[in-house]
């Protein structure tokens, strides 16, 4: 199978990950949205000329690079809302934006025109085919799908475990009409999210994925030695967990497998 095409998917599913969009120091969804919705408005009134644009720029990046969970990352001021009902994430500079008339502005951009056209992020090439497209037709907005699709590991780790389980590869027709698959799906996601063990240095749901020294992931933190390695060892690691007692580990080994035994059981049913 061919690596299907992650970063546009659906009226409600888009991903500006790679963009910086989650490199924010309040990430509660709906505060996201209300900043891409205040900064869409904006630029939809700013006239199309390098000098404006640039100037917009500068003015939404209104923080320092210390407020931002990776200060050696970017946010793009140019990530905004699109679509006719500006229902998911995208690009305000690309050609096809409304007011923009066909002209390419990303030359604008801090990583340049080519980068922003031609950059895969490592879920591209690392995370299997149909694993990619399982998510791109399981996840249903674009808040969580960006969160999740960069992460690789965990859903290679997670792959493996369902696979396993149920004993047999899972099929992208597994989770294309059934809808309580699909939430199965949505509440391994959103694991992510809300993390009860999540480390206390952790930046939140946002993380670094481009696999270079800058910011690399901790192993698992057990404060007490006697915790034995979990099955699960690498998606706590890619969950950044924390665990204080043995019982925190079982109670998250416990919330991994509810999503696990809950998927074997709709897709076996
Ligand atoms: S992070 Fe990956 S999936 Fe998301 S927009 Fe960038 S290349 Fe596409
Ligand atoms: S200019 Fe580049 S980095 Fe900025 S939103 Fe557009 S594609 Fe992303």
Not at 26 to 47: C, G, H, Q, S, V
Request: net charge negative.
């Amino acid at each position: 199978m061919a690596p299907p095409y992650l970063c546009q998917v659906s009226m409600q599913v888009s991903c500006g990950a790679c963009c910086g969009l989650y490199n924010i120091s309040n990430l509660a969804p709906e505060r996201l949205e209300a900043l891409l919705t205040e900064r869409t408005e904006a630029f939809a009134r700013i006239p199309r000329v390098a000098e404006a644009i640039e100037d917009f720029g500068r003015q939404q990046l209104g923080w320092t690079p210390e407020e931002r969970p990776f200060p050696h990352f970017h946010h793009c001021p140019y990530v905004g809302l699109i679509g006719r009902q500006r229902s998911r994430v995208g690009c305000l500079l690309h050609p096809d934006q409304v007011g923009n008339q066909g002209r390419d502005w990303r030359e604008l951009s801090y990583y340049g025109a080519k980068a922003c056209r031609t950059y895969f992020c490592p879920t591209t090439h690392e995370l299997a085919a149909v694993h990619q497209e399982i998510l791109r037709q399981g996840i249903d907005h674009w808040y969580i799908y960006g969160l999740a699709i960069t992460e690789h590991r965990l859903w290679a780790a997670f792959f493996h475990a369902l696979e396993g389980r149920l004993g047999r590869p899972v099929i992208p027709a597994d989770f294309s009409d059934r809808s309580g698959v699909r939430v199965g799906l949505m509440a391994f996601a959103a694991l992510k999210l809300d993390w009860p063990f999540r480390q206390d240095r952790a930046p939140g749901p946002s993380h670094f994925f481009f696999d270079d020294e800058r910011y690399t992931r901790p192993d698992v933190e057990r404060a007490d030695p006697s915790i034995p390695v979990s099955p699960y060892e690498v998606i706590f690691r890619e969950l950044e967990s924390h665990f204080k007692r043995a019982d925190d580990q079982q109670q998250a080994e416990a919330l991994v497998e509810g999503c696990i035994e809950n998927l074997v059981a709709i897709l076996r049913g």
